[in-house]
C-alpha cells in the first residue's frame, strides 16, 4: 500500500499569507479576513477560516491567493469536490500556480478521479519541474493507475532531486517505500527489498518497510 502523507506536506508547504502586490491593490477589508481565515487555518480550524475566506471572495473575488487557501481548508475538512472547486478557479485567475495545479491533483486524486489528477500533475511538473512533491504525488497516481514503471521513473526523479536535502527523512523514506512496492508489481522483488530497506534504514521509525522486508525478503 503507498503512503500519501505527501499530499499533505505539500500543502502545508505553499500555505502563503499574500504577496506584497495582492496586499497593494486588494480591498482592506478582504485583506483583513484574508488574513484572519489564514490564521485559523494554521491553528487547524478550517471551518472558521473558510467563514473568513467566504468574505473575503465577496470582497475581492479576483484574488486566486483566497480561492487556493480556502481549497485548502476544504481539502483538509475532506470537502474533495469542494476543493476542486476553489483550485479551478485559483487556476484561472493565476494559470501559472503549479502549487495550484498539485493540490487540484490531490483532491481529485481522493475523490476518485485519478486520470484528471494525474492531467494535473504533469500541469504541475511542467512548471515546476524541481519540485519533488509533484513527482511523488504523480508517482502514486500512476501507482494506483498501475503504470509502475512510470511511478519508478517519478520517485528516482524526485530522489534525485531531494538528494540536497539529506535531513529530509520523510521524502526520502517514502520515495524509497513507494519505489519498492512499485518494484514489486513488476517482479523486481530485488529491487523492491533493496528500497524497502534504505527507506528503514532512512527512518527507522517508519515501521511499514521493514515489516515488508522482514515479509517478503
Not at 499533505?8 to 484574508?34: C, K, R
Not at 483566497?66 to 485548502?72: C, K, S, V
Not at 524497502?196 to 521509525?205: I, L, M, Q
Request: net charge negative; glycine share 6%.
Amino acid at each position: 500500500m503507498s503512503r500519501r502523507t505527501i499530499a499533505i506536506a505539500a500543502a502545508l508547504s505553499v500555505l502563503a499569507l499574500g504577496s506584497p502586490l495582492i496586499i497593494a491593490n486588494a480591498n482592506p477589508v478582504a485583506n483583513h479576513y484574508f488574513f484572519q481565515g489564514t490564521i485559523k487555518y494554521n491553528q487547524g480550524n478550517y471551518q472558521e477560516a473558510i467563514v473568513d475566506f467566504n468574505k473575503a471572495v465577496e470582497l475581492n473575488p479576483l484574488d486566486a491567493q483566497i480561492f487556493y487557501n480556502r481549497g485548502l481548508a476544504k481539502y483538509y475538512l475532506e470537502d474533495n469536490l469542494g476543493a476542486v472547486d476553489d483550485f479551478t478557479k485559483a487556476i484561472e485567475l493565476d494559470p501559472l500556480d503549479a502549487d495550484s495545479y498539485d493540490m487540484r491533483g490531490n483532491a481529485k486524486s481522493l475523490a476518485g478521479d485519478d486520470k484528471g489528477a494525474l492531467a494535473d500533475y504533469n500541469k504541475a511538473v511542467e512548471l515546476n519541474p524541481r519540485q519533488i512533491y509533484f513527482y511523488m504525488n504523480r508517482a502514486l497516481t500512476k501507482i494506483d493507475l498501475e503504470d509502475y514503471q512510470g511511478a519508478i521513473t517519478d520517485l528516482t526523479k524526485a530522489l534525485e532531486i531531494s538528494s540536497a536535502e539529506p535531513d529530509d527523512l520523510i521524502t526520502h523514506s517514502d520515495a524509497y517505500y513507494n519505489r519498492g512496492n512499485a518494484r514489486e508489481k513488476l517482479n523486481d522483488l530485488d529491487g523492491a527489498c533493496s528500497d524497502w530497506r534504505k527507506a528503514a534504514e532512512v527512518d527507522p521509525e517508519y515501521k511499514e518497510p521493514a515489516e515488508l522486508v522482514r515479509l517478503r525478503c
